[in-house]
């Protein structure tokens, strides 16, 4: 399997080089050169086998360079950290599912992907001779920061460091990041907003002066956020494992559409889901769902993605993004796969703020794609009503999901079963919860999720609790610009 960049299609890399580099060296995302297949008896066959073994099946139609019983061991060791199943299905309703994806260490979607990268690309780095450490600046809304650091904490040949928005991310997110132990990590608050870190990440993999200075240090920059394709192929593998769900508790049978609804800001979750359908999976609609940043709403709505608007905070904080990332993706395969194209929708972007993609092709992304958005007053009622019809307690990401599914049955035909992803647990936003629900929350965290824990029997993993009590081993604060020298000076402090 090759692999080209989103903005050059005549480059063609390995799976181990786009894992292990990140970014394309154009500025561009590396994508396949061709869609792999997964055959409707390979899809059955999932119906009995475990979740690692779906998940090795899904990431071998990626990466040739290992084999399949290499890539189980990976999954294997990956998803024995997690609580019990990795990806399990909860009905509702008759037609209406909940795909839980919070069940590893740091209780949330991110997991899924970043306890299997850092074993992906230990195993790519010995297949391929690589020397030097796999430095990973990572940017995150809030839950990725976490999560990269707990798979990439100790691990050998790799050092990770993370940047957050300062004051935008919750507490407990804050809290999961700074006390993180091991040698290897670094975590760094940035002034601005989650788009300001992510930009300022991007630049840093474009800097050759900064390359050149980490190569002296012995380090080669890689990326650990949705831009790396090692988190992209993983995340594919869950859709299939909940079709299989599906068809082996007698839900559907085999060919029967489903729905799935994803709360989406950086467009990595439910691009995951186009791929997995480009692949084979009879999925029907991928409803979008947003927050009051509702920039791709918008975009889906009329053609034209502009950033002229105000960036919100909100309870959902992981979703408070203006520049998704992964849609450069997709734009690549609606514009006939063409670079050129790509690249003078991302140039005028960086210029003037906005791209229209024109109708004709609004219309095909349509076909695939509905988006919606929901207000945080909105989603806090659809948080309540979930909890007192289902008796299902979720995240304020996931209630946004829940609100925006519930919009476009209201708004569209179709009695294709949907499946709702949730993308975060409750004891993340403890606070948020309690209030949705009615209860005015502890100002302190610890007794937030006590009340939360007693109030609606939702168990708080003692992890948590403890979080709290771990003494913060980071406060650094800085602006984007000063991004590049923390890098640096984060490198040449490894190699004491």
């Known amino acids: 399997m090759k692999y080209v960049s989103t903005r050059n299609n005549k480059l063609s890399v390995t799976g181990s080089t786009a894992v292990l580099t990140g970014l394309a060296p154009d500025g561009g995302l590396f994508v396949p050169e061709s869609f792999p297949e997964i055959s409707r008896e390979e899809i059955l066959r999932m119906t009995e086998t475990d979740y690692p073994e779906r998940s090795a099946l899904v990431m071998s139609k990626f990466f040739d360079e290992l084999t399949y019983d290499e890539l189980l ?27 839980e994806l919070w069940h590893g260490k740091t209780h949330a979607f991110k997991d899924m992907a970043l306890s299997v990268l850092p074993l992906l690309m230990t195993a790519l780095k010995n297949k391929t001779g690589q020397k030097e450490t796999c430095l990973i600046p990572v940017a995150t809304s809030g839950d990725t920061g976490k999560a990269a650091l707990e798979g990439f904490s100790d691990v050998p040949g790799t050092a990770v460091i993370v940047f957050y928005p300062d004051g935008g991310v919750s507490h407990t997110q804050k809290k999961q990041m700074v006390t993180t132990l091991g040698s290897n990590v670094k975590v760094v608050a940035v002034r601005g907003n989650f788009d300001d870190a992510q930009t300022a990440v991007k630049q840093a993999f474009g800097d050759k002066e900064l390359a050149g200075k980490l190569a002296e240090a012995g380090c080669k920059m890689t990326g650990a956020n949705s831009i790396n394709l090692g988190r992209l192929a993983p995340q594919v593998a869950y859709y299939f494992s909940a079709y299989a769900d599906l068809l082996s508790s007698g839900q559907i049978e085999f060919g029967d559409k489903v729905d799935f609804c994803v709360p989406t800001g950086n467009f990595g979750n439910i691009l995951a889901a186009y791929y997995a359908k480009r692949m084979g999976l009879p999925a029907g609609k991928l409803i979008c769902a947003s927050n009051d940043n509702n920039v791709l709403t918008d975009f889906l709505e009329t053609g034209v993605y502009s950033l002229d608007r105000e960036f919100i905070k909100t ?118 919860v309690l209030d949705s629900i009615g209860i005015t929350p502890p100002e302190d965290d610890v007794k937030a999720l006590r009340k939360m824990e007693s109030e609606t029997a939702f168990p708080v993993p003692e992890s948590v609790y403890a979080l709290f009590g771990m003494p913060e081993r980071f406060n650094e604060v800085i602006d984007p610009a000063a991004l590049p020298d923390t890098v640096y000076e984060f490198a040449k402090g490894l190699k004491k």
């Open 73 to 99: 061991g990976i999954a294997r060791r990956a998803y024995a950290t997690f609580d019990g199943d990795p990806a399990p299905e909860v009905k509702l309703a008759d037609g209406l599912y909940v795909l």
């Open 315 to 432: 309870t959902s904080p992981s979703m408070d993004i203006l520049i998704s990332s992964n849609l450069e993706r997709l734009l690549f395969e609606f514009a006939d796969r063409d670079g050129d194209t790509v690249k003078a929708w991302m140039d005028e972007l960086k210029k003037n703020g906005s791209y229209d993609v024109g109708g004709e092709r609004l219309c095909e992304i349509r076909e695939t794609f509905w988006g919606g958005y929901a207000k945080q007053e909105d989603y806090a009622d659809t948080l309540m009503d979930v909890y007192d019809e289902y008796g299902y307690l979720c995240d304020p990401h996931t209630a946004v999901a829940f609100d925006v599914c519930n919009r476009y049955f209201d708004e569209c035909e179709d009695d294709a079963p949907v499946v709702v992803v949730s993308t975060a647990s409750p004891v993340k936003f403890a606070a948020t």
